[in-house]
Antibody
Framework: EVQLVESGGGLVKPGGSLRLSCAASGFTFSTSRMNWVRQAPGTGLEWVSSIRSSSSNIYYADSVKGRFTISRDNAKNSLYLQMNSLRAEDTAVYYC??????????????WGQGTMVTVSS | DIQMTQSPSSLSASVGDRVTITCQASQDITNYLNWYQQKPGKAPKLLIYDASNLETGVPSRFSGGGSGTDFTFTISSLQPEDIATYYCQQYDNFWTFGQGTKVEIK
């Protein structure tokens, strides 16, 4: 079964850190481009970060640049998001998603169930 | 940054109705646009890619169209299981989502 399972969310104080993980199964993770997308309570979707299969290209949204670090371990079929200097506005459900790139399109075709991050004192 | 504007933000329609959502990009994105469905408490699901291509396994009552800056998403005959929020997403320059359209049954 094709699956992404996030973990590591929780309650953290402003200025604190948290590391999210995403475990992949059922597809070839090592050749897949991966992303983090977040959704603040009651709001829409916001792309956070992207990493290519070999970690050669990494991108961040301006809202998290300099504070968040995306990484992956292809041997463990795992994606990570290290979040530092957390702010209240980082409170959201964080989803990992596979980016499928073909000659016919570019889309996030596999999503995890999400993990909730709450930043509050 | 490319901004995506969806309308309406919410709509209420009857079972069997034709429902249309629009998405406007702040600049030309050719056909680099996807549509997702998100049911309450669930992850988004890809429905349409490249503006008009139906993802495998998605019912044919869903369709998409448009190019450049103006796009449409249509449900030809609304079903109770279609209750969800729908998002457009551009991938011409990184990735940006529209603010979503919540679809409810009247």
């Amino acid at each position: 079964e094709v699956q992404l399972v996030e973990s590591g969310g929780g309650l953290v104080k402003p200025g604190g850190s948290l590391r999210l993980s995403c475990a992949a199964s059922g597809f070839t993770f090592s050749t897949s481009r991966m992303n983090w997308v977040r959704q603040a309570p009651g709001t829409g979707l916001e792309w956070v970060s992207s990493i290519r299969s070999s970690s050669s290209n990494i991108y961040y949204a301006d809202s998290v640049k300099g504070r968040f670090t995306i990484s992956r371990d292809n041997a463990k079929n795992s994606l990570y998001l290290q979040m530092n200097s957390l702010r209240a506005e980082d409170t959201a459900v964080y989803y990992c998603a596979r980016r499928r790139v073909t000659p016919h399109g570019d889309a996030f075709d596999i999503w995890g169930q999400g993990t909730m991050v709450t930043v509050s004192s | 940054d490319i901004q995506m504007t969806q309308s309406p933000s919410s709509l209420s329609a009857s079972v069997g109705d034709r429902v249309t959502i629009t998405c406007q990009a702040s600049q030309d994105i050719t056909n680099y646009l996807n549509w997702y469905q998100q049911k309450p408490g669930k992850a988004p699901k890809l429905l349409i890619y490249d503006a008009s291509n139906l993802e495998t396994g998605v019912p044919s009552r869903f369709s998409g169209g448009g190019s450049g800056t103006d796009f449409t998403f249509t449900i030809s005959s609304l079903q109770p299981e279609d209750i969800a929020t729908y998002y457009c997403q551009q991938y011409d320059n990184f990735w940006t989502f529209g603010q979503g359209t919540k679809v409810e049954i009247k």
